[in-house]
């Protein structure tokens, strides 16, 4: 089977459930604080190690008890660390996360750490290892010039590149005509094509402005309307499913890895786009980035209970 790397972020959240965002100047007691395992690349390496074994990760870890307990998440996880490296005397990137009680959105803020340490000459030294996988997750918490020629090397060697283009920055056509898929949400669908994208005409109009920019296929999450793929003039639609969110930390990140776990089984591209509705909802289930996200048995059951539901 086709195997998954992650070539981006690992950081430790700080996370604090609050009654709801507060307001500027205010203070409000928090519900509960607790501390996660996060960041884009990890999030989805963890995502897709539940879904697919042998997923590999390739970044940099602090030398601090935050990179010693992350060090242990890739043991735990069964995820191949070997191309990560921890950097002496440098922090560990840290996100401290606040999330609202009355709605289970979140608001982020990011300190990348050693994630800023991510460089072309890593990628170079683990080059042979890298080309024992087949799809990789690539997000944008680590350098952008890092990101950009990871991908064209990655193209070159007739790799699938999926980008996660978080956070939103302006992206130049170099780096987007080296992905096979860019992955934005509604927000940074946005912010990349300077578009509105309230509805779904609208974000498909975003989403094709995209396309003309330079991306080969987009790939637009729009929580639970699903996701839309847009490739020129084509657009595939996969609806999304509504669960009871506890928390939405790692949505975006657990659909990624669900979407490259779904190519990597050999499905096609709206089935797949399907099953990562699937394990983006189900990871909103618990708290914290990668306590709730689901194995591939989970989610096939999930899957199988739309079905039926459908059916009655």
Same mark, same amino acid.
């Given at each position: 089977?086709?195997?998954?790397?992650?070539?981006?972020?690992?950081?430790?959240?700080?996370?604090? !459930?609050?009654?709801?965002?507060?307001?500027?100047?205010?203070?409000?007691?928090?519900?509960?604080?607790?501390?996660?395992?996060?960041? @884009?690349?990890?999030?989805?390496?963890? *995502?897709?190690? !539940? /879904?697919?074994?042998?997923?590999?990760? /390739?970044?940099?870890?602090?030398?601090?008890?935050?990179?010693?307990?992350?060090?242990? #998440?890739?043991?735990?996880? *069964?995820?191949?660390?070997? $191309?990560?490296?921890?950097?002496?005397?440098?922090?560990? %990137?840290?996100?401290?996360?606040?999330?609202?009680?009355?709605?289970?959105?979140?608001?982020?803020?990011?300190?990348?750490?050693?994630?800023?340490?991510?460089?072309?000459? =890593?990628?170079?030294?683990?080059?042979?290892? /890298?080309?024992? $996988?087949?799809?990789?997750?690539?997000?944008?918490?680590?350098?952008?010039?890092?990101?950009?020629?990871?991908? &064209? !090397?990655?193209?070159?060697?007739? @790799?699938? #590149?999926?980008?996660?283009?978080?956070?939103?920055?302006?992206?130049?056509?170099?780096?987007?005509?080296?992905?096979?898929?860019?992955?934005?949400?509604?927000?940074?669908?946005?912010?990349?094509? &300077?578009?509105?994208?309230?509805?779904?005409?609208?974000?498909?109009?975003?989403?094709?402005?995209?396309?003309?920019?330079?991306?080969?296929?987009?790939?637009?999450?729009?929580?639970?309307?699903?996701?839309?793929?847009?490739?020129?003039?084509?657009?595939?639609?996969?609806?999304?499913?509504?669960?009871?969110?506890?928390?939405?930390?790692? *949505?975006?990140?657990?659909?990624?890895? &669900?979407?490259?776990?779904? /190519? $990597?089984?050999?499905?096609?591209?709206?089935?797949?786009?399907?099953?990562?509705?699937?394990? %983006?909802?189900?990871?909103?289930?618990?708290?914290?980035? =990668?306590?709730?996200?689901?194995?591939?048995?989970?989610?096939?059951?999930?899957?199988?209970? =739309?079905?039926? &539901? @459908? =059916?009655?």
């Amino acid at each position: 089977m086709p195997r998954i790397a992650v070539i981006g972020s690992m950081n430790v959240d700080l996370v604090s !459930r609050v009654p709801r965002f507060l307001l500027p100047g205010e203070t409000l007691t928090g519900l509960s604080f607790q501390v996660f395992p996060g960041g @884009k690349g990890g999030n989805q390496a963890v *995502a897709a190690s !539940r /879904l697919l074994p042998e997923v590999m990760m /390739l970044g940099k870890l602090g030398d601090d008890q935050n990179g010693a307990l992350y060090r242990q #998440v890739l043991v735990e996880s *069964a995820i191949d660390g070997a $191309c990560v490296e921890t950097v002496p005397g440098v922090n560990n %990137g840290t996100t401290v996360i606040e999330v609202a009680a009355d709605s289970g959105n979140n608001r982020i803020i990011y300190f990348p750490g050693a994630n800023l340490l991510v460089d072309r000459a =890593q990628i170079d030294r683990y080059w042979e290892r /890298l080309m024992s $996988c087949d799809v990789f997750l690539m997000q944008l918490e680590i350098p952008l010039e890092t990101v950009t020629y990871a991908a &064209g !090397r990655l193209r070159g060697a007739g @790799k699938t #590149v999926i980008l996660d283009p978080a956070p939103a920055v302006p992206l130049t056509e170099e780096l987007l005509s080296h992905v096979d898929y860019i992955t934005p949400n509604e927000v940074e669908l946005a912010i990349l094509t &300077g578009l509105e994208t309230g509805s779904p005409g609208k974000l498909a109009a975003a989403g094709r402005k995209l396309v003309r920019m330079g991306a080969r296929a987009v790939v637009a999450k729009a929580g639970t309307d699903g996701a839309y793929l847009i490739r020129g003039d084509e657009e595939i639609h996969a609806p999304g499913f509504r669960v009871a969110a506890v928390d939405t930390t790692a *949505a975006g990140d657990s659909f990624n890895a &669900g979407f490259a776990a779904g /190519l $990597c089984r050999g499905m096609p591209e709206k089935e797949a786009l399907r099953f990562a509705n699937a394990v %983006g909802a189900l990871s909103t289930l618990g708290s914290g980035a =990668q306590g709730a996200m689901p194995n591939y048995d989970t989610v096939t059951k999930f899957l199988k209970s =739309q079905e039926k &539901g @459908k =059916q009655k």
